[in-house]
DNA sequence: CTGACTCGTTCACTTAAGTTAAGAAATATT
DNA sequence: AATATTTCTTAACTTAAGTGAACGAGTCAG
């Protein structure tokens, strides 16, 4: 399990075996069930989620309906911005499968910071590089309609149409469920 | 100019003296006329720029069109994907003001990250902010309508809508100037 | 086993965005 | 100043997404 996180690490930065253990001993590794919520709206935390297995979801409450934002699954990490920010949260963050998460504390992190600088630098390069995917993905959602949208996932996460239900699936391409049974269906027709 | 920049800098960390004179010996203040293409689809390139004064914009050209993604004025930067990525970019970035920038690459910011652990720390702060703030935007972008897009955007950047023209603006509003001219006709009418 | 609930799909209808084209208004060019 | 060129708007028509309702399949709880 450590290896799957260090062996992540090593695309980054080296590690001394003194570090790896000042890692461990941070006791972060936790297995989470199905269906726990691990963020509210309008609570306050410092805690970040790294996803080693399975997969979590954050979504907005809005008029009495979700709306579904983002998927991370494995080696992917969410650092919601109410942590940033200091401020309750704006949506939730729940466990769509029996996850196994490193769950870190921004307290956590500015004393490792502190400690060992190769960690900032890590956290550096890893929010850089976040930043960067994060905004093709925003550019070319912005691009694109909601049947290319579908079709960019089927290309890029293949993964995720098979883990998730169908209608949260569907605000995450920022239309309704119904739009999507019938993009689908669209998308049939057309390959026959 | 540089008092402009070491104010925006202080909310995050405070420099000495030596430091700032370090900053400023780079030679980072460029003042560039309106209609300069500071990038390229296809280019390489490891530039960041970050508005002093004015207002810069990143487009595609899809099928030969234009789709504007993003604008940055005043205390805003941007590192396009592709200094991170280390490949040619996929879009263009060009001024659409005249303007004052800062123009920074990134050879020199490990360089002074290595000499100045302060340098890094910010780096840091910057980007998992600018990281958090866009996750927000791209949120609000994908839970709502392009009318409601339109309205946030005169709540958000009201300069905006001045500086910038409707075509443009309708792309990064992920619709057609049509729709956008006539989206605003049907806000009127609803006002009255 | 049964009733309640969730989920995905389909349908009919409404609403809004895309498309194509035309023209007015503002800007830039010669 | 006259002529292009770009920008914005309007209009008619097409296409796709939103809405509300219904239905079957699967899941869950009593």
Redesign the pocket.
């Given at each position: 399990m450590q290896d799957i996180l260090f062996d992540f690490l090593s695309k980054y930065i080296t590690l001394t075996e003194e570090e790896k253990n000042s890692i461990l001993s941070l006791d972060i590794f936790h297995s989470i069930k199905k269906g726990t919520i691990l963020l509210k709206e309008g609570q306050r935390t410092k805690e970040s989620y790294f996803v080693l297995k399975g997969c979590i979801r954050a979504y907005y409450v809005i008029d009495g309906e979700e709306k579904t934002t983002a998927f991370y699954t494995e080696m992917e990490g969410l650092t919601p911005p109410c942590v940033i920010s200091k401020t309750p949260s704006e949506y939730y963050v729940s466990c769509m499968e029996d996850n196994i998460l490193i769950i870190s504390n921004s307290d956590m992190e500015v004393a490792v910071n502190g400690k060992f600088p190769k960690f900032e630098t890590l956290c550096r390069i890893l929010s850089e590089e976040l930043l960067a995917k994060q905004r093709i993905d925003f550019d070319s959602f912005k691009t694109s309609?909601?049947?290319q949208r579908y079709l960019n996932l089927i290309q890029n996460r293949p993964d995720l149409i098979q883990r998730v239900?169908?209608?949260q699936l569907a605000s995450y391409l920022?239309?309704?469920?119904?739009?999507?049974?019938?993009?689908?269906?669209r998308i049939l027709e057309k390959k026959s």
């Amino acid at each position: 399990m450590q290896d799957i996180l260090f062996d992540f690490l090593s695309k980054y930065i080296t590690l001394t075996e003194e570090e790896k253990n000042s890692i461990l001993s941070l006791d972060i590794f936790h297995s989470i069930k199905k269906g726990t919520i691990l963020l509210k709206e309008g609570q306050r935390t410092k805690e970040s989620y790294f996803v080693l297995k399975g997969c979590i979801r954050a979504y907005y409450v809005i008029d009495g309906e979700e709306k579904t934002t983002a998927f991370y699954t494995e080696m992917e990490g969410l650092t919601p911005p109410c942590v940033i920010s200091k401020t309750p949260s704006e949506y939730y963050v729940s466990c769509m499968e029996d996850n196994i998460l490193i769950i870190s504390n921004s307290d956590m992190e500015v004393a490792v910071n502190g400690k060992f600088p190769k960690f900032e630098t890590l956290c550096r390069i890893l929010s850089e590089e976040l930043l960067a995917k994060q905004r093709i993905d925003f550019d070319s959602f912005k691009t694109s309609s909601p049947e290319q949208r579908y079709l960019n996932l089927i290309q890029n996460r293949p993964d995720l149409i098979q883990r998730v239900p169908q209608h949260q699936l569907a605000s995450y391409l920022g239309i309704k469920p119904q739009s999507l049974s019938r993009l689908r269906a669209r998308i049939l027709e057309k390959k026959s």
